[in-house]
């Protein structure tokens, strides 16, 4: 009776905890060592002597249990502390052979010859490819590593597809991966690949990603409305080609393709960025294209009435011609011709160029000599209009009153930025010279060329936030800029 109580108790206790194997303890042993290790010393013997001991033992552990990574692992982390060029292509050549799905440590193979050799971190990246090559980050680092230092090597890498049996699939892969890049470039090896293959979709699509990345949407359109019909079926490349009709105002064509893609599929998928992407991005499109007529028809009133004021942007040397909704947004359009006639933005730079988004130009011109102000926001009066291609808008950040005379021009029609920003006039010519704008184009001016028959004297806001007009606060002298000198 008491063996079988003894043995029923040995059944019903938890068993001792096991001891870690001899694997664990030293794998452990090796983190600590690791995290002890100075990383500031590198260049001191003792660190050296140290880092090189630690690095032995890890070797040791890889030998003893080649199928753990961690050793070989741990090895490479203190090859490339030790900046040893051998050691760190054995040992990361053997973390890929041995775990080919971290490839991480490809680009840290890659990162680590680039500050010594480029060409060196490109021949490794394109050995990693042509090893793996679904592994898009290898392409995507190969392509920004090539704009940046060797460009003529993006032509010699693409002439490989030329041949009869090339893979053309891997080329539009890489094809397009590169247009997000670098546009440019994009553009002329796509037109150049699709002069050899002119039926292929994804090269097609790949060039196409270049233009609307290069803000050439009309042209990224005529591409894929080419293709042989319902040959786009991936979810991104409809996304596209929604773009394309977006950007010119043709929203009905645009929420009829991107309402199209199968949400759930896309789910199920997993493709979790772009299911987030265009949830975000269906509703709007919806919008735009139940708002757009009643914006064509408010243009055709002012068409009609022909009494908008008009402006003239020559930037470059290149005309840009505007008209500005007064109507809409009165202050807004009387602070800006104001800022013109006063010529506050001739031959000053454009700000920030967002390709695919905006250009920002105008300078409140302090250091003119001139006292800043800002402006009332106007985007919650009941005539605000709707934020698309060309609109012009008054620029703002988060804080009460921070508008003043800087605007930006959209590329792209911006409806999340619908009563949250004040639209106060549209391109009417030119909008391809505002989308093909870099950063540091000079505006040569801005010319006034038709106003209503009154001044144009905006409500102003000075510096301590008092309101008047800008003529009063133009007027006073130097000495009651701020309550500092008038208490």
Known sequence: MIALLLACMAILSPPPPALPSAREV????????????????????????????????????????????RGIEASAMLSVSLADDAGVDADLRRVLETSPEK????????????????????????????????????????????????????????????APDANIEQAAI????????????????????????????????????????????????????????????????????????????????AWELLSSIDMEALAEAQRPGLHRRLKFMLPLRQKAAEVWPAEQQKRHNDAVRGDNPMAILRIGGREVIIELFEDDAPNTVANF??????????????????????TILGDRHEEDGLPGWTIAEEHELPTARPIVSGSLVAYKTSRPLSTDTTFFIMHFPGPHLNGMRTCFGRVLSGLDVIREMNEGDIIDS??????????????????????????????????????????
């Open 26 to 69: 030293e794998a452990q042993a090796l983190t600590e060592a690791i995290a002890q290790l100075n990383p500031a010393q590198p260049d001191d013997p003792a660190w050296r002597d140290e880092a090189l001991a630690i690095r032995q033992r890890a070797r040791l552990f890889s030998e003893s249990y080649p199928e753990d990574s």
């Open 103 to 162: 490839t991480s440590a490809g680009l840290i193979w890659s990162d680590y010859w680039l500050e010594r050799d480029p060409t060196r971190a490109i021949d490794i990246l394109e050995m990693l490819i042509d090893e793996r090559p679904e592994a898009l980050i290898y392409i995507n680092r190969l392509m920004k590593i090539l704009i940046a230092e060797a460009p003529p090597r993006i032509l010699t890498r693409f002439e490989r597809y030329h």
């Open 174 to 253: 890489e094809l397009d991966l590169l247009s997000r890049l670098s546009p440019p470039i994009g553009v002329e090896i796509g037109n150049d690949l699709l002069a050899r293959h002119p039926d292929h979709t994804g090269i097609a699509v790949g060039t196409a990603r270049g233009y609307r990345t290069g803000n050439r949407f009309a042209d990224a359109r005529l591409l894929l409305d080419n293709l042989p019909e319902n040959s786009l079926t991936d979810p991104g490349d409809v996304y596209l080609w929604s773009d394309t009709y977006y950007a010119d105002h043709h929203f009905d064509r």
């Open 337 to 358: 011709i104001a800022a013109a006639d006063l010529q506050l933005y001739d031959g000053w730079a454009a700000g920030q160029v967002h390709t695919g988004f905006r």
């Open 446 to 487: 801005i010319e006034v060329l038709r106003r209503r028959d009154h001044d144009y004297d905006p409500v102003v806001y000075d510096d301590d936030q008092r309101e008047m007009m800008l003529s009063e606060l133009l007027s006073r002298p130097a000495s009651d800029a701020s309550s500092s000198d008038n208490p």
